[in-house]
């Protein structure tokens, strides 16, 4: 079956600008987790929905960050004012419950000019 | 909090060896779940074993194994048979709760494997 997959795979971006990341899921997982990597380093939790509801938002580091999951399904990580700190790897993850194995998306790369 | 630690930051092996890369952790919570995952050129993180804190015996998958040693908070990857493929960046994680019931990943630094001819 098909994985879970992101667009864009790349995004440029200028600092300032807004971004928007979409992640689709395994049809049928009912949790989703974003992360983000910075180079040399492993992934970092953000947000972790259960359902629509985002049931834990605490690895999200400011307020310029938010997360949608409006379905239940796919999800869309939103970035405001974006800051050439914010460039990274933003990887998605599905699983079919809270507690099995979170199957990963090939990433977004931003890179915010 | 929870912490992993990978003390290799890069590592050879020839073909057709084994190679251990090796993984410790800290945490105060009695039930916890350890993964590996392997990190190829493209991105994409790819799960390959799973190891939970009660689990008698040591995780097993094919080419793969946990050398899980809980006294000593270490949860070491064996990979038996190297092949070329097997080039990539390891991550251990370790599975920490959030609240609202879900399980979060705390991430090591990461092992970049390399196999040789």
Redesign the interface.
């Known amino acids: 079956g098909a994985g879970v997959s992101q667009t864009p795979s790349n995004k440029v971006t200028e600092k300032g600008k807004y971004v928007e990341l979409r992640c689709d899921p395994i049809s049928g997982h009912t949790?989703l987790?974003w992360?983000r990597q910075s180079l040399?380093?492993?992934?970092?939790?953000l947000i972790?929905f259960?359902g629509t509801?985002a049931?834990?938002d605490?690895?999200l580091p400011n307020d310029r960050f938010f997360a949608v999951r409006p379905e239940g399904s796919v999800s869309t990580l939103k970035i405001q004012r974006t800051e050439r700190g914010d460039s990274a790897?933003y990887?998605c993850?599905s699983s079919p419950g809270?507690?099995e194995?979170?199957?990963?998306?090939?990433?977004t790369?931003l890179l915010v000019l | 909090a929870q912490k992993i630690t990978q003390t290799q930051p890069g590592m050879f092996v020839q073909e057709k060896e084994a190679v251990t890369l090796d993984c410790t952790y800290d945490t105060s919570d009695p039930s916890y779940g350890l993964f590996w995952y392997k990190q190829p050129s493209s991105g994409e993180m790819i799960f390959l074993i799973y190891q939970g804190s009660y689990d008698q015996q040591n995780a097993t998958e094919g080419r793969y194994s946990l050398n899980f040693q809980k006294a000593r908070k270490s949860a070491n990857l064996v990979i038996s048979a190297s092949q070329l493929g097997d080039s990539a960046m390891y991550f251990c994680a370790m599975r920490e709760s959030t609240t609202g019931g879900g399980n979060k990943l705390t991430f090591g630094t990461g092992t970049q494997l390399k196999v040789e001819l």
């Open positions: 949790a987790y992360y040399g380093q492993g992934p970092e939790f972790y259960q509801g049931a834990d605490s690895g790897v990887l993850a809270t507690q194995t979170q199957y990963f998306g090939p990433g790369r």
